[in-house]
């Protein structure tokens, strides 16, 4: 990671900002829709921090996020009267700095798809960060997206005003290229900072900052982009929800004259609305994926959650009115919830990714696949569910009935059982000495079975005895499966008894 980092600063080292003597850059010319745009104003989209996902990973109902349906926002947005500018803050191609060679078909095929669907929705410019760089700088150029490099910068046209868009990976550079851009003559500056929000303030300190907005683009860790941020200060700093899960809304309002942008401070009913709505939303899906809840009920919750989607939708999208005769901007999150819309072009090429990448990496795994280790002189192996049915036959209709029984058959309703990044929490022993290392000799392994919790049978098997037991799972076990990605509603106290009863730890009793 640090090695790509340093690729990149070298090249804004060799390549520098724009000299004072040198001509200031053509603005990019307005897209075709908005010829008839409306005068007084412009709508920024901004994504960042997507990591590779194509849309969200998990087994919870009402899962933010998806590729498409971000595309139907930008498009949507486009019908209305004013011009409509998207920009991504990079970080979005990949999701992990390394890749093991099993790994790769899929990831670049999925790197494809995300470009695809960028460029449907008419992006306008990017910046990169080292999850972009993955599979090296060349890869990366060749899906032919507009991008910008640590300290560049461009003006795009945004109606009768340009905005100038800075890419920045610290104080020094953020400084220079804000400057430059106002000095190109951008009206508003955006700076696209390779950075936590933390950092991105501490840059935006500097007196005289040039800057009207910085998005910081990237997290700290997977999982430290579970909650946006913004940060008003007098350069507002924000951070998005990582893993493609919102969309970032600046509405911007002209007034007659150039000058500078204040930042419209009308909008607290409406926050205070919208803030409302998600405490009952929050409610809401938690008793949706509240386990063995009753379907009719599900339902009038779930259609519930769905009117305060569609309500909360006509609040963000509305554009915000700016202040007469003065230039404003405001700033909203867009949540892509689960019960939006996706745009159906870019749906079609997360199918044709679907489709694609399963026949990959099975061919993959029968050519070049190796079988896992074997355990070790001692070790238990795994030997499947029949030899545990043996002697805890009363255990099994309450597994039978539970989901980890059709883990794999969920995957196979989606089409994505020879997806590298879900197979692991649908088969027993994945990557474990004895288990599956191979998606082309899955068979016998499929679904959540007792050895998924109680670690391999085999000498426990051969002689029954609770010393031979490889583990009692707990909680840290359960997680890491059921982690806040793939199971954001989880809570150990309120499944653990789904998965208990005859024969399989304390009776549930009668309910």
């Keep these: 990671m640090w090695a790509l980092r340093a690729v990149a600063l070298a090249a804004v080292l060799l390549t520098g900002c724009k000299r004072a003597q040198d001509p200031a850059p053509a603005p990019e010319p307005a897209a075709k829709a908005e010829a008839k745009a409306d005068p007084s104003g412009a709508v920024l989209l901004f994504s960042a921090d997507t990591r590779g996902y194509l849309g969200p990973c998990g087994c919870s109902e009402n899962m933010r996020g998806g590729i498409d349906r971000a595309a139907f926002q930008v498009m949507e947005a486009r019908k209305g009267s004013r011009p409509v500018v998207y920009i991504d803050g990079g970080d979005s191609l990949f999701g992990q700095h390394t890749l093991t060679p099993a790994q790769v078909p899929q990831e670049e095929r999925k790197a494809q798809a995300l470009a695809d669907a960028m460029k449907r929705m008419g992006l306008a410019v990017r910046a990169t960060g080292e999850l972009d760089d993955v599979r090296g700088v060349a890869f990366r150029q060749s899906l032919g997206l507009p991008e910008l490099p640590p300290g560049g910068v461009k003006l795009l046209q945004a109606g009768p005003r340009l905005v100038g868009v800075v890419a920045a990976q610290d104080a020094a550079q953020l400084a220079q290229a804000s400057a430059q851009a106002r000095k190109d003559g951008a009206d508003f500056v955006v700076a696209l900072f390779h950075g936590t929000v933390q950092q991105a303030q501490a840059a935006a300190e500097q007196p005289g900052l040039e800057a009207n907005l910085l998005l910081a683009t990237h997290t700290a860790t997977e999982f430290s982009g579970e909650e946006h941020k913004r940060v008003n200060a007098a350069v507002p700093v924000v951070g998005l929800q990582s893993k493609g899960r919102e969309l970032l809304r600046v509405d911007l ?68 009115a700016a202040p007469t005769g003065t230039n404003s901007f405001s700033m909203r999150f867009l949540p892509l919830e689960s019960s939006l819309q996706g745009e159906p072009g870019v749906k079609a090429v997360i199918a044709a990714y679907d489709s694609a990448v399963g026949k990959m990496n099975l061919a993959w795994a029968r050519e070049h696949g190796q079988d896992c280790p074997a355990p070790k002189k001692g070790e238990a192996a ?15 209709p309450l597994w039978e009935k539970s989901k980890h029984s059709h883990a794999w058959e ?46 391999p049978g085999s000498l426990h098997s051969e002689e029954p005895t609770p010393k031979n037991i490889v583990r009692n799972p707990g909680r840290e076990l359960c997680v890491t499966c059921h982690n806040p990605e793939n199971s954001p509603h989880f809570d150990y106290a309120t499944y653990l008894p789904r998965i208990l009863g005859p024969g399989h730890g304390q009776s549930m009793g009668q309910k």
């Design 382 to 396: 795994f030997v499947g569910n029949r030899p545990c049915q043996e002697c805890h036959e009363e255990a099994f």
């Design 410 to 455: 969920t995957l196979e309703q989606q089409g994505k059982q020879f997806h590298l990044n879900c197979v692991g929490c649908h088969v027993t022993g994945y990557e474990q000495p004895g288990g599956v290392c191979r998606l082309d000799k899955v068979a016998g392994r499929e679904d959540v079975g007792c050895e998924s919790c109680h670690g």
């Design 253 to 320: 309002g002209y007034g007659p004259q150039k000058g500078p942008f204040t930042p419209v401070k009308s909008q607290d009913e409406a926050e205070r609305e919208v803030a409302a709505l998600d405490e009952r939303m929050a409610l809401l899906n938690k008793d949706v994926n509240l386990p063995d809840i009753d379907p009719q009920l599900k339902q009038l919750k779930q259609g519930k959650l769905e009117e305060l989607v569609a309500r909360k939708q006509r609040l963000l999208t509305e554009p915000v």
